[in-house]
């Protein structure tokens, strides 16, 4: 008895999207930005940073050295990351989240 070989189905068209990775946006603590400055940057480049949570924020880099102020899409990291190096924050390197 002779049997027919088993066929698997063509996988053409079958992609699987994959999500773009996000990024995150850290600033590094340093000695010459004040924490009113920090503050104030992070409030005017990052949408929806409020008051408190850019004072949290600037705390966190003063005190452990470094706080991740925004997570998303490389192109809008990247404009973040370079609007607050301009206005003098130590950045760190964008890195995938």
């Known amino acids: 008895m002779a049997t027919a070989p088993t066929i698997a189905p063509e996988r053409v068209g079958q992609v699987t999207p994959k999500p773009y990775p996000n990024y995150?946006?850290?600033v590094l603590n340093d000695d010459f930005n004040t924490f009113q400055h920090v503050a104030e940057c992070l409030m005017k480049y990052i949408p929806n940073m409020t008051s408190d949570r850019a004072w949290e924020l600037t705390n966190q880099v003063h005190f452990e050295g470094q706080?991740?102020?925004?997570?998303?899409?490389?192109?809008?990291?990247?404009?973040?990351?370079?609007?607050?190096s301009r206005a003098g924050l130590t950045m760190a390197p964008l890195e995938k989240a």
């Open 24 to 26: 995150k946006v850290i």
């Open 67 to 84: 706080a991740t102020v925004w997570v998303g899409p490389l192109e809008q990291a990247e404009l973040y990351h370079q609007q607050l």
